[in-house]
Structures are given as structure tokens and as C-alpha cells.
């Protein structure tokens, strides 16, 4: 970890008035995320359905759930890459669907494929992202400067960035999504594929940045673990709806109480431990308990196959 502290922040105006002239955010301080009744399909398929979701600012919310629930679709929908159709997303206050830039201004995105360019340093990646999202010219070199010191890249930032591990893009990518100074960080599966060092320093980086800057963090994952130990809130995700939402201490104490007042220990397919008597159950067994028994058959357990592939891709 390094010591230099992240100091961007976020592109606001005098009175909070934003960039494209969207008006001043709300100054009794808005959620960040805000979505109601929001709908997506994809032809027959209905990938987002009736999502209501409100996430604090300064919240690191956590959208759980297996592959195909609707988690990127989501995402995408709150980011403006998707259109909506149906419902209604506000990001601080701001109308998704007819204030895109100005949500779009708030906004770090780190999506699941690979953002960070093979061929180019990891300064360079950072700098044309510095570009794209307008940072003054005068602030540019050091703005990344402080995006690669936030992410700990900076003795590797003039070093091609495919020399680097799998931790590092993932780092770098964050750095990228940093360096506009968002005011609302949205990771896909920030940590898909990684091994559980470079995972705990992927995380122990964006909690470090939201420290310094009092960020609102919006993270999709399959890994109930991390979800647990590092997300304020959770909303565990399957088939486009929501089953459950909370933080992962009151779900985790609901199911308990639940198991305790049917006299059921466990649901069908709960790990060994949270079955011994008086166990507090983990996330996953909250998982499997609101979304039934079938996880498996359908092939959308937590941790597919699919993912790792797409993260060797990313990396190779
Ligand atoms: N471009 C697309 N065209 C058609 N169907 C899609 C498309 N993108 C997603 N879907 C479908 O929408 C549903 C939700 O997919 P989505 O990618 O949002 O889920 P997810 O929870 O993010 O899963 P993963 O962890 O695999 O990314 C799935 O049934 C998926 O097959």
C-alpha cells in the first residue's frame, strides 16, 4: 500500500453545479444510486426486472448473485451505456436517461473486459483516460501521478502494461477509473480470477481511495466472502430481481433467527459449518436460502468457470 493519499475531487462547480450545466446536485445530499421499478430485456430475456435500489452516498454497496442474474445489465443501466427503458435510475440526483453526461461525470467505471491497453505504459493508460474525462490539461500529469501512487503502480507506470500481473491490470484499471476524481465508483467483478492476495490488495486500494475521498462505491461480485467482509450493504441478486437486501451481519442474523424459528437448520445446500448447531450462517447460505435449492442445475453457481476464462483473456 502506499502512503500518498488520494487527494482528486469530484468535478463540481461553485455551489455543486455540474460540468454540462445540469443544475446543482441537491445539497440535502441525494442517494448516490437511486432506481425504481427499473425493467431490461434482451429480446425474450428479462435480464433486470422491477430493480428498486438506493444507495448511499459514501455506501460501498455490494450486487451479489450468480452469473446471468442481471448484475452487468444493471450496471450498465445505472452507468448510461444501457438505456432505460422502463423505471427510473438517478445518480446523485440525476436523471439517467435524460441527464447522461451529467451522470456520466460522476461516474468511475471499471468494467469486466479488459480496459487497460497491452501496448501502451500504465502512465499512458491512465493519461488517455485523464483525456477522455476532461481533466484540465494543467492537472493532467499529476492527477496520474496521484491515480498510479493511489493504486500503488507508480514504480511500475512506465513499464508496458502487458509485463503486468493480473493484480496490477486490475489496479491499473482502478487507476484509470480514479483519475477523473469520481463521486460514484462502479466495479464489475473488480476481482474475478485473482488470487486471494492480489484480491485483499484490490480491495484494501479502493477502500484506501474511498477513505481519502468519501466515495460512493457500487460493486458487482460472485464472491460472497469479500461481499461480506467489505461492503457496507448487499443486495443478493438472481434471475433480474432482487431477493434480499441489508448489511451482511442483519442477513446473516435474519437467516439464523429463521432457521431457528422453523426449527430448520439448514436450507437445502448449506455449507457444512453453518449447519453445526448455533452457526451463524455465512452470505452464501443467505444466498442459496432466499434463491431456493437449483443454483447448481442451472449452471449459475458463484463461481463459474466462465469468469476465470474471461479474466485469463483479460490478462493474456
Ligand atoms: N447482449 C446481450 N444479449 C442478449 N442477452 C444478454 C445480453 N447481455 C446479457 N444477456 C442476458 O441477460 C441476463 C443477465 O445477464 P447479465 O450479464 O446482466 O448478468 P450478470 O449477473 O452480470 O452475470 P455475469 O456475472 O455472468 O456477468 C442473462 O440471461 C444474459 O444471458
Given at each position: 500500500m502506499t502512503d500518498t493519499p488520494f487527494t482528486g475531487t469530484p468535478f463540481t462547480g461553485p455551489d455543486g453545479a455540474q460540468p454540462d450545466g445540469a443544475g446543482p446536485v441537491d445539497s440535502a445530499g441525494p442517494d448516490a444510486v437511486s432506481c425504481r421499478g427499473l425493467d431490461y430485456a434482451f429480446g425474450e430475456t428479462k435480464?433486470?426486472?422491477?430493480l428498486d435500489l438506493s444507495v448511499g452516498a459514501g455506501e460501498v454497496f455490494g450486487l451479489l448473485g450468480p452469473n446471468g442474474a442481471g448484475k452487468t445489465t444493471a450496471i450498465r443501466c445505472i452507468t448510461t451505456l444501457l438505456p432505460v427503458p422502463a423505471g427510473m435510475v438517478r445518480v446523485f440526483g440525476h436523471d439517467?436517461?435524460?441527464e447522461k453526461m451529467a451522470v456520466r461525470r460522476l461516474l468511475g467505471y471499471v468494467p469486466q473486459?479488459?480496459?487497460?491497453?497491452?501496448?501502451?505504459t500504465g502512465r499512458e493508460n491512465v493519461t488517455l483516460f485523464a483525456r477522455v474525462f476532461d481533466v484540465p490539461r494543467r492537472e493532467r500529469s499529476e492527477r496520474v501521478a496521484q491515480a498510479l501512487a493511489a493504486v500503488d503502480l507508480t514504480g511500475a507506470a512506465d513499464r508496458m502494461a502487458k509485463t503486468y500481473s493480473g493484480g496490477m491490470i486490475r489496479r491499473l484499471e482502478l487507476a484509470q477509473a480514479l483519475v477523473s476524481a469520481p463521486r460514484l465508483l462502479m466495479l464489475d467483478e473488480?476481482?474475478?480470477?485473482?488470487?486471494p492476495i492480489a484480491r485483499t490488495s484490490v480491495w484494501e486500494h479502493i477502500n484506501a481511495v474511498r477513505q481519502a475521498t468519501g466515495m460512493t462505491v457500487l460493486v458487482t461480485t460472485h464472491y460472497m466472502d469479500e461481499a461480506d467482509q467489505y461492503c457496507d450493504r448487499v443486495a443478493l441478486m438472481h434471475h433480474g430481481r432482487i431477493h434480499a437486501l441489508g448489511t451482511p451481519g442483519e442477513l446473516r442474523a435474519e437467516l439464523r433467527e429463521r432457521r431457528a424459528a422453523s426449527g430448520t437448520p439448514a436450507a437445502s445446500g448449506a455449507s457444512r459449518a453453518s449447519v453445526e448447531k448455533g452457526a451463524l450462517p455465512t452470505l452464501e447460505d443467505v444466498f442459496r436460502d432466499v434463491a431456493g435449492s437449483g443454483l447448481d442445475e442451472e449452471g449459475g453457481d458463484f463461481r463459474d468457470v466462465r469468469s476465470t476464462r474471461r479474466t485469463a483473456s483479460r490478462v493474456g
Open positions: 435480464a433486470v426486472q422491477d439517467a436517461a435524460k473486459q479488459l480496459s487497460a491497453d497491452a501496448a501502451l473488480p476481482t474475478i480470477g485473482l488470487d
